[in-house]
């Protein structure tokens, strides 16, 4: 079986500050792992994915996010937080070779940085 | 390019009324689609998923049903809500065989009163 874990429901952060939103795994084999993000009200937007290759992955808005394997995280970044980066954010993770069923949501962390 | 559509955007319902939630894509052909629910703005929770027209694979029993009568369109029913039915319901889509990533469309505010 496949989890993952957001072990914050709430990040702050002040504007201009670097931001971290953390995420954890479990998955047997070498996972695939992304990061969404959800504004107020509207559907879940892709961020930026890891499938393999270097641990450092950059997506869309400025962030980034560092896979880990030994610490099975993977962990989403971004050196200067914006006042409208202020919304929820979900890890999901899927095994390899798995079914169609596919992504393992995590519970979501709630960022909100203040002006 | 590839766009998810849902409708409708906001919906009331009594309890003990019926339900349909549609979902259409644009752009691709013979994709994966989901409906997930989000209660409480928190965790999604999958329904139903389909990997073909007339093929659904459900996740949770419950007072739902899903079916896709064509290759592109998803849709959500329920014959009579509960208000435990009451959330955000999400489709989205992949494309099988490529990347793993699912898209998702703007979602559907359900609430029954």
Same mark, same amino acid.
């Given at each position: ?14 504007? $201009? ?11 047997? /084999?070498?996972?695939?792992? *992304? ?7 509207? $559907?879940?937007? *892709? ?11 950059? /997506?869309?808005? $400025?962030?980034?996010?560092? *896979? ?29 070779? $798995? ?8 519970? /979501? ?7 | 390019?590839?766009? #998810? ?24 052909? &013979?994709? &994966? ?8 703005? !928190? ?9 073909? #027209?007339?093929? #659904? ?5 419950? &007072? ?7 290759? !592109? ?41």
């Amino acid at each position: 079986a496949q989890s993952v874990a957001q072990p914050e429901d709430q990040v702050n952060v002040a504007e $201009g500050n670097p931001l971290t939103v953390k995420c954890t795994y479990s998955v047997s /084999g070498n996972p695939y792992l *992304f990061w969404y993000v959800q504004y107020p009200n509207r $559907g879940l937007q *892709f961020l930026l994915k890891y499938i393999t290759g270097d641990n450092l992955v950059k /997506g869309s808005y $400025g962030f980034e996010a560092e *896979f880990n394997k030994s610490q099975t995280s993977f962990h989403l970044k971004k050196p200067s937080a914006l006042v409208s980066d202020s919304a929820l954010y979900f890890c999901a993770v899927r095994a390899p070779g $798995g079914s169609a069923r596919q992504l393992t949501f995590g519970s /979501g962390t709630q960022l909100t940085v203040l002006p | 390019s590839q766009t #998810i559509h849902q409708w409708p955007a906001t919906l009331v319902q009594p309890v003990g009324s019926p339900l349909s939630l549609e979902c259409t894509v644009e752009g691709t052909s &013979n994709p &994966n689609l989901y409906w997930y629910r989000q209660a409480a703005g !928190r965790g999604l929770q999958l329904l139903f998923y389909s990997v073909g #027209i007339g093929q #659904i694979s459900s996740e949770v029993p419950q &007072n739902l049903s899903a079916s896709r009568p064509q290759d !592109r369109q998803f849709i959500l029913s329920s014959k009579k809500l509960l208000l435990s039915d009451s959330g955000f319901y999400l489709c989205a889509w992949r494309t099988p065989g490529a990347t793993y990533e699912q898209y998702f469309g703007p979602g559907t505010r359900l609430t029954v009163t």
